[in-house]
């Protein structure tokens, strides 16, 4: 008789992972599949200091804050104050590791809005297509530009939050209460963005459809929503009162509200080209969505068309915002994945569909994470550039290329106008409240000790940079050229 065969523990432990498997997946399985996709999908990104010069900039901001700086009076933007906050924790941690940190949070973000879009698609009743949704989330953010720590990958998390509590509460006794903790985050997540805005009308106009259908009261319908659009602005609210108290109102204003109102719009061939690359990333998703099936009897009905109805006030907020950079539809995102649920959850598509989509999106993801890293550099030629500019003594003036010089090299500003493009850009011309040239002038008076200078661009308005250039042929030398992605940055010192 032959020996008989030790049991395999390990052929036990094991999981194949199918799209059955997937499917099937829910509680910690499905947190950890979710979680292990989303580290896949974004790893080039980890640990990079220039993912995206708008991720730069939000951590230079939240760490001169450490250092005493007041955004919007110190250190100028139009982001709101909840966003350098949201930065504020991983700023405080000297580079690399505050690098790190605020990917980290991002992370954090991202699989948490996740498992929530997998939660919302199974009250819908497409529980069969759940974490196919989540993952397509994950994955279509690397291919719209928020493989990193942009604005939605943040605000996506309260966004989401609040249509869970409104879904949830919509047939409880406590709907009132449930309304207005989800329009407390619609609040929250304006303080992230105001584009939100957008959608978090969707979500107060849901809310008062539904207390119009089950109470029918005019008195009380008024007063819900006066709590509702009270509580969606009260972060806002005790931002300004922050302000006020300091004698900043008027900053405030300006940055948060007017400044945008006076920006002047890209040009029109740019926004037809931006326009037209958003809708080519965002219309499998649409596709998708309207090949959603209901499931008969199974879900609630409610939520599905709730879902729908979210997905297609967050296309139309993107229609109406402009400019429709790519980033600009991470929002549409979280609804747009939730509705593929319904489209992952058929069972009369060909078995391979649901993952080859996902695959597809994966690889164009990747291949664009590659690109980008080689056209944007990373840390190591960072490092190299920062070493070309030196520690200082003497103020840093970073008239275009990567604000994270300032926090790289420790030098001191000699303006407010930290991001590069508010001085530079022809479309900023009298949208930031001071002259751009003379704004200049006066940083060049200053005498910088070192000045930074990429390459033309286009929509750089050439007055500003033919007085840098002018002041740099006469005071300065060139000491370096380093590359930073596909360009090389000068490095002048003053003689």
């Not at 498992?115 to 698609?121: F, Q, S, T, Y």
């Not at 008076?445 to 750089?460: K, L, M, S």
Request: hydrophobic share 55%; aromatic share 12%.
């Amino acid at each position: 008789m032959p020996p008989r065969a030790a049991p395999s523990y390990w052929g036990r432990l094991s999981i194949p992972i199918t799209t059955s498997t997937i499917r099937a997946a829910t509680g910690p399985r499905r947190f950890a599949l979710i979680l292990l996709v989303a580290i896949a999908a974004r790893w080039l990104t980890f640990g990079n200091p220039v993912v995206h010069v708008d991720e730069e900039f939000y951590w230079v901001v939240a760490h001169m804050m450490h250092g005493g700086a007041v955004p919007f009076v110190d250190v100028w933007d139009r982001k709101p104050l909840g966003l350098f906050l949201v930065y504020w924790p991983a700023a405080g941690l000297p580079l690399p590791w505050g690098t790190w940190a605020y990917q980290i949070q991002a992370l954090a973000c991202v699989v948490a809005t996740a498992w929530l879009i997998a939660r919302l698609a199974d009250r819908a009743g497409w529980g069969g297509g759940a974490t196919l949704a989540a993952f397509a989330y994950i994955l279509w953010l690397d291919v719209m530009g928020g493989a990193g720590g942009q604005a939605p990958v943040f605000y996506n998390l309260p966004m989401i939050a609040a249509a869970m509590l409104i879904v949830v509460g919509e047939h409880r006794r406590a709907r009132r209460l449930y309304g207005c903790a989800a329009m407390l985050l619609v609040g929250a997540a304006l303080q992230i963005k105001y584009s939100a805005v957008f959608e978090g009308l969707f979500f107060g106009l849901w809310l008062l459809w539904t207390e119009w259908r089950l109470a029918r009261s005019v008195p009380r319908l008024i007063g819900y929503a006066a709590i509702l659009a009270g509580l969606a602005l009260l972060p806002t609210a005790i931002a300004f009162a922050a302000y006020a108290r300091i004698g900043q109102a008027d900053a405030f204003v300006f940055a948060n509200f007017t400044s945008i109102l006076a920006r002047k719009p890209d040009p029109f061939l740019e926004q037809l080209g931006n326009a037209a690359t958003l809708a080519a990333l965002l219309s499998p998703m649409v596709a998708m969505a309207l090949g959603a099936r209901s499931p008969g009897a199974s879900g609630d009905p409610g939520v599905r068309r709730f879902l729908f109805a979210w997905f297609a006030a967050a296309l139309a907020g993107v229609a109406l915002f402009g400019s429709w950079f790519e980033h600009y539809g991470l929002p549409v995102a979280v609804p747009g994945a939730a509705c593929a649920a319904g489209f992952f959850a058929r069972t009369d598509r060909p078995r391979w569909l649901a993952p080859a989509i996902l695959l597809l999106c994966a690889l164009v993801g990747q291949v664009i994470l590659v690109a980008q890293r080689i056209g944007r550099g990373d840390g190591t030629q960072l490092a190299a550039l920062a070493d070309a500019v030196g520690v200082g003594p003497g103020c840093l003036f970073v008239y275009s290329g990567s604000s994270m010089l300032y926090a790289e090299t420790h030098r001191c500003a000699l303006s407010r106008f930290v991001f590069p493009s508010h001085l530079n850009r022809d479309r900023e011309n009298g949208a930031i409240g001071v002259d751009q040239l003379v704004e200049t002038r006066r940083i060049l008076a200053a005498a910088p000790a070192v000045i930074v200078v990429r390459p033309r661009f286009t929509g750089e308005r050439p007055a500003v940079r033919a007085l840098v250039l002018d002041t740099v042929r006469r005071r300065y030398r060139l000491v370096a050229r380093r590359p930073l992605g596909d360009i090389a940055l000068a490095v002048y010192a003053r003689r």
